[in-house]
């Protein structure tokens, strides 16, 4: 069955089996583990995973996918195709209540920000997860503070995990060759928060504002997104022991935090 590649879902099928076989390897499958794969596409990964978990479900948005994989893995008993679109996937129609799942996907590129929230937001039925993306985006995921790629990105993922980066792939390990290069990425859920914080919410609040004109002080990218005077921030920055002519990334998580807490006592 021929399948034409659709640009619009990020369609460029792994063609390296040594790197599907590599990135199957680092979920460190077990004969009881059950695996979310997200955008199964031909199977290029499928094909590992069935070999080593108990259960593998293959989401995959595009019918013609689903009926292609239904066919070539006819004879696999522990393989379900689901036709569906991952972000309106509801974990309780497919995971028993209590279970975890071990997530993996060569993602779409152009829906990576919303798979990561939703899988932020499923933490607590995913244990870890493999996911192929972008370079660049696999560069800002996993960044340390005090880098270029330290981002509200990074922070709203390593607030709830260990993410680092576990390899790169060239453009010609797929087919169609995408325009960029790819990274794979390794995300571990935390069972708790690295930082406690009284509100969530609140806290990626200031780390945008923070954020929102990145070569400026910290002091003035706050004072300029929240509408305060800079003298104010000034103040509360000092309090937390920030200098107040730092740049955002040169922030850590903690210090956001403490930042946010004190904020939040005195603005809220
Ligand atoms: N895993 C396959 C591989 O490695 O060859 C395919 C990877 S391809 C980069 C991404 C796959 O995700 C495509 O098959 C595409 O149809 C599917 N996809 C795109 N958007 C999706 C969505 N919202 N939900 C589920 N699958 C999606």
Redesign the pocket.
């Known amino acids: 069955m021929n399948v034409r590649p659709?640009r619009s879902?990020?369609?460029?099928?792994?063609s390296d089996d040594s790197a599907?076989g590599r990135i199957a390897e680092r979920l460190e499958l077990k004969k009881d583990d059950t695996v979310l794969?997200?955008?199964?596409?031909?199977?290029?990964?499928?094909r590992h995973l069935v070999e080593k978990a108990n259960r593998v479900l293959a989401?995959?948005?595009?019918a013609r996918?689903c009926r292609l994989l239904r066919k070539s893995f006819r004879d696999v008993e522990n393989l379900s195709v689901i036709n569906?679109?991952?972000?309106k996937l509801d974990f309780r129609d497919v995971v028993k209540p209590g279970a975890k799942v071990k997530a993996v996907?060569?993602?779409?590129?152009q829906?990576t920000s919303p798979v990561l929230s939703f899988l932020l937001e499923n933490k607590e039925t995913i244990s870890l997860c493999v996911l192929?993306v972008q370079k660049e985006m696999a560069l800002r995921i996993c960044a340390l503070p005090g880098t270029k790629d330290w981002s509200p990105l990074s922070i709203a993922v390593q607030l709830h995990s260990d993410a680092r980066v576990l390899f790169h792939l060239k453009p010609e390990s797929?087919y169609p060759p995408p325009k960029v290069d790819s990274s794979v990425i390794k995300i571990t859920f935390l069972g708790e928060p690295r930082v406690a914080m009284p509100d969530e919410e609140w806290f990626f609040k200031v780390v945008r504002c923070a954020f929102s004109q990145r070569r400026k002080m910290v002091s003035n990218s706050l004072a300029g997104s929240l509408d305060l005077p800079k003298s104010r921030i000034e103040v509360i920055l000092e309090e937390v022991g920030i200098d107040p002519r730092k740049r955002a990334e040169a922030l850590g998580l903690k210090q956001f935090v403490d930042l946010a807490s004190a904020m939040r006592e005195i603005l809220k």
Not at 37 to 46: D, N, P
Not at 84 to 87: Q, S
């Open positions: 659709k879902l990020g369609q460029n099928f792994l599907a794969e997200i955008g199964a596409g031909k199977g290029a990964l499928t989401v995959e948005i595009d996918l569906e679109d991952i972000l996907g060569n993602l779409p590129y829906i192929t797929f």
